[in-house]
């Protein structure tokens, strides 16, 4: 190493430090032998991986598209988010909010309209969101009211796979295939519809770009017992402090500010019926 060493006036080299065989110098082989496996299909590319492809060569490589996610909310009673409502009417929250939470998965996501409580008005929807789309989300409508259109809907343009499941929030939730796309009933109020995009949405976005699901966990104790009777698997909002402890948020699911600053959620199984302050929970992390 040049540091290493002192240049004299007569011309002479002084070598300040020995060298042992092989010190400073790169051998063919070192880094990555012929048939060595750098990079496993569906590896989500990170920075040093793109360094990694650089050095061997490869400036082009192929990868799988992110999956179109369309995004449709319904109700009369909806108006988008921009606007001042009336006397019977919310702002859509559910839409800005699903674009986002798939973005966040790595899809990309489309705003396919806010659709009135009509049947025809839906089926038009979304067809056209099945044509543009590889998942379709549809917000609302996903209850049993003469009202709740989803199912209806789906299982005529195609093939509905199950209407409820058995969580809390989110006991409405629909799935269908329609021209072999998956199509999501999401509860409409957002706390719903946001835990069933964050369990089941992102999983599949997940899986058809080809790479392993992985939930980020932590270990945790409840900072107060919390009762759990419903017979569903109930999925409750938490904090947590720097020393370990998980603080439950209980709210109504129609209250999205309740998941503000939250960290992540506890499932209680369903048939549970509540967990004791101070019980060692799993807290998988938003």
Do not use: W
Not at 124 to 139: E, H, M, N
Not at 212 to 228: C, E, F, G, I, Q
């Amino acid at each position: 190493m040049l540091e290493n060493t002192e240049e004299y006036r007569t011309g002479m080299i002084g070598i300040q430090r020995p060298v042992a065989p092989g010190n400073n110098v790169l051998f063919k082989g070192d880094d990555v032998s012929v048939g060595d496996m750098v990079l496993n299909a569906g590896t989500k590319l990170t920075p040093h991986d793109i360094g990694i492809l650089s050095a061997l060569g490869y400036y082009e490589v192929s990868v799988l598209a992110k999956p179109i996610v369309g995004v449709i909310s319904t109700g009369d009673e909806l108006v988008d988010a921009n606007q001042a409502p009336g006397s019977g009417q919310v702002r859509d929250i559910n839409t800005p909010m699903l674009i986002a939470a798939a973005t966040s998965f790595g899809a990309c996501a489309i705003n396919c309209g806010l659709i009135r409580d009509n049947e025809k008005a839906m089926r038009t929807a979304i067809r056209q969101a099945v044509k543009l789309c590889d998942i379709v989300l549809i917000s609302g409508g996903s209850s049993a009211g003469v009202r709740d259109l989803t199912a209806r809907v789906i299982e005529s343009e195609g093939e509905l796979l199950f209407h409820g499941i058995a969580i809390k929030p989110g006991k409405p939730t629909i799935l269908g295939v329609i021209d072999g796309k998956p199509v999501f009933g999401l509860p409409g109020h957002p706390v719903a519809a946001y835990l069933i995009a964050e369990l089941f949405v992102h999983q599949l976005i997940v899986k058809l770009m080809g790479a392993d699901y992985k939930r980020h966990t932590t270990a945790a104790r409840l900072s107060h017992a919390v009762s759990s009777n419903h017979g569903r698997a109930e999925y409750i909002a938490v904090r947590l402090d720097q020393k370990g402890t998980a603080y439950p948020i209980k709210s109504k699911s129609g209250l999205i500010t309740s998941l503000a600053g939250v960290d992540g959620y506890i499932c209680i199984p369903r048939d549970c019926e509540g967990l004791a302050e101070g019980a060692e929970v799993i807290v998988t992390y938003f």
